[in-house]
């Protein structure tokens, strides 16, 4: 395996810290209170047109919300995360669910090495703002890799559409909301995502998709700087 140069970037938790079991099983029962799994699984089936004979891949795949509901769906779903902690959580609930159709990696973006034949579908929700803007690049350039020719990519995650002038309000806006559509809990996390980790606007996000091998076939606007994009290669 080819060896990366001195100057790779070394991938490691960037604000909220997934590798604390605590904060793992945490985050598993507050996202499983607000957000419906099922629906959104659903969703991304219907947008990716995922079939059976499908491998999907999810990078940033967290406790599994989404992956384990995608199981149903397709042949197989290789999940991918930094956090071997929060992959305990999920492999946890697949055994108590029969779930066999997972692969679980403790990689991340940047250090996953994918064996064997190209994947159909590649997932990523909430995961991508963890690297720096060149990082984002590199990881893009590897999902484009991985995946089949024709295959398609479901990104989605907090993603600035604001105008740069109007930051502070629309950054606060979002704040505040997290509060009513969650807890305050989530709103110490989006505090710490602002200040720590690496969102950014949608015209970086969309010139880094189209350099990377990726067309945009869509672009929803889910909510107030939280954004999806369908892509194909
Ligand atoms: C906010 S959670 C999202 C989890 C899941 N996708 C969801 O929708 O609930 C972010 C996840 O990204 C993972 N992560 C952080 N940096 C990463 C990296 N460089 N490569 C892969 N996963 C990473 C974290 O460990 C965490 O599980």
New binding site residues.
């Given amino acids: 395996m080819k060896t990366n140069p001195t100057w790779y970037f070394t991938?490691k938790?960037?604000g909220?810290d997934?590798?604390d079991s605590k904060i793992a099983e945490e985050?598993d029962k507050e996202?499983q209170s607000f957000?419906n799994f099922k629906a959104e699984a659903e969703d991304i089936v219907d947008k990716l047109k995922i079939t059976k004979e499908d491998v999907v891949l999810?990078?940033?795949?967290?406790?599994g919300?989404?992956a384990l509901k995608l199981t149903q769906y397709c042949k197989k779903v290789i999940c991918?995360?930094?956090?071997s902690e929060?992959l305990d959580v999920l492999r946890v609930k697949a055994e108590k669910q029969g779930i066999t159709n997972i692969e679980t990696h403790c990689?991340?973006?940047?250090t996953y090495h994918h064996k064997g034949e190209k994947v159909d579908k590649v997932v990523?929700?909430?995961?991508l703002h963890?690297?720096p803007d060149f990082w984002k690049s590199i990881a893009l350039l590897k999902m484009a890799d991985i995946l089949k020719t024709g295959g398609n990519l479901y990104l989605s995650d907090v993603v600035f559409n604001f105008d740069p002038k109007d930051h502070e309000s629309s950054i606060n806006g979002t704040i505040n909301n997290m509060e009513d559509i969650a807890s305050k809990s989530m709103v110490n996390e989006t505090i710490t995502h602002i200040k720590d980790e690496f969102s950014t606007y949608d015209w970086i996000i969309e010139g880094l998709l189209e350099k990377s091998g990726f067309s945009i076939d869509s672009k929803i606007i889910e909510a107030n700087n939280f954004l999806t994009y369908i892509c194909s290669k």
């Fill in positions: 991938e938790q960037i909220v997934y590798l985050y996202h957000r999810d990078f940033g795949c967290g406790t919300g989404i991918v995360d930094l956090s929060m990689a991340g973006f940047l990523s929700k909430f995961a963890h690297l």
